[in-house]
């Protein structure tokens, strides 16, 4: 279910630079506490929600979606040419399909066929957001992943290569 206030209160502030692009950790604990500060915000004023100190701290969509493009950005340039022209989206629906990540498509032996990769973000976030390293491998996982679909792979396929 999509919260009406889930995006409203969002810093709008351009992420800061860092090397090779992925933030840095001290860019993640800095996110993650203006987001729980965000959320305690939240809760105070519209008390709708009871704070329980384990919900997991949002980042914002500036942030993740440089883990999305710094995934795209290091795969190799042959890989990163199959993916011109099919849109990487970040999505917040992973809940409700039971996935971090999904391709829609026939691959490239069907460019006819319009492509595209959806990361999604809050199953992403719910379980590895704890962890800046351990969510960048896996938003990493999750792309290269779906770019094995794209390449011809089915999901049995794509498990046997390791993602």
Do not use: C
Request: glycine residues 10%; aromatic residues 8%.
């Amino acid at each position: 279910m999509r919260l009406p206030w889930s995006r409203r209160q969002r810093a709008t502030a351009p992420p800061p630079a860092s090397t090779h692009g992925w933030p840095s950790e001290a860019e993640y604990v800095a996110a993650q506490a203006a987001a729980q500060r965000r959320f305690s915000e939240r809760i105070a004023n519209e008390g709708a929600l009871v704070a329980t100190g384990t919900e997991p701290p949002l980042v914002s969509d500036e942030f993740f979606a440089r883990l999305v493009k710094a995934s795209i950005d290091e795969l190799p340039k042959q890989f990163r040419r199959t993916l011109d022209g099919v849109p990487v989206m970040i999505a917040d629906r992973g809940g409700a399909v039971g996935a971090y990540g999904l391709y829609h498509g026939m691959g490239i032996t069907h460019p006819e066929v319009p492509a595209q990769i959806i990361v999604f973000r809050d199953t992403l976030m719910r379980d590895f957001g704890h962890d800046p390293h351990l969510l960048a491998e896996q938003v990493r996982r999750v792309v290269r992943h779906e770019l094995g679909h794209h390449l011809g792979f089915d999901e049995d396929g794509v498990r046997r290569l390791g993602l």
